[in-house]
């Protein structure tokens, strides 16, 4: 069955780094999602993106965020300069079409942010 | 703005009972409510949706109704067992097109042998 993936399953780094995540959605999807959980909360939506632009982004997707589809298969999230409160599980999703409201959602990036 | 409650944040019920769990929210009905299942340190994996036209919607031992009035929905599980133990997240969709998601802080469900 096809599945969305994320790597790294665990990501440490430095305050002030950047990072990227990456992730490849299902193949045939055409909307793809961030969200991210910190420890013990919710899920929150970061962005979603679609036909090679973000449709909606949340107030967190500040100017520190950004996500970019660099070839035909992955999707990328990358924050530029990282802090403390940016330590969360980052899940990637993707959904079919625009009247497919299933999302299917990856494993997760573990951010840890020292 | 939406706000999502799901009122028990732990239900501890017996193997072979009916398990119900609740989701509220305040404001405006969204076109689609959705129920997933989180297991610890996995990503959220879809069940079911119910449109606000629709009162009720049945996947095998799994039941959500619908009520826009109340502005609530109910999912159930019957003849529940210990692998249903999980977390079920309650998620509003807004919207007639494929967006974003609103997810409540979930119930933890444990199901005792």
């Known amino acids: 069955e096809p599945e969305v993936t994320q790597t790294p399953s665990h990501q440490v780094t430095q305050m002030g780094q950047e990072v990227i995540l990456r992730c490849v959605p299902i193949?045939?999807?055409?909307?793809f999602y961030w969200y991210r959980q910190i420890l013990g909360q919710k899920v929150e939506f970061l962005v979603s993106f679609y036909n090679n632009e973000i449709s909606e982004k949340s107030e967190i997707f500040d100017d520190q965020f950004s996500v970019e589809r660099p070839d035909g298969s992955n999707f990328t999230l990358k924050i530029r300069s990282t802090k403390l409160e940016d330590s969360a599980m980052y899940f990637c999703?993707?959904?079919?079409?625009?009247?497919?409201?299933?999302?299917?959602f990856g494993p997760g990036t573990r951010l840890t942010v020292l | 703005s939406q706000k999502i409650e799901q009122n028990s944040e732990a239900l501890n019920i017996q193997e072979g009972k009916t398990a119900t769990l609740t989701c509220n929210y305040t404001n405006y009905s969204p076109a689609y409510l959705q129920w997933y299942r989180q297991d610890p340190g996995r990503g959220p994996v879809f069940l079911l949706l119910i449109r606000e036209n629709e009162k009720e919607k049945r996947k095998e031992r799994l039941k959500v109704t619908f009520d826009t009035t109340l502005k609530q929905s109910l999912f159930h599980i019957t003849a529940s067992q210990p692998a249903d133990s999980a977390t079920y997240l309650c998620a509003l969709d807004m919207r007639s097109s494929a967006s974003k998601i609103i997810f409540g802080s979930g119930t933890r469900l444990s199901i005792r042998p």
């Open positions: 193949s045939n999807h055409l909307y």
């Open positions: 999703a993707s959904s079919e079409a625009e009247d497919s409201h299933e999302q299917f």
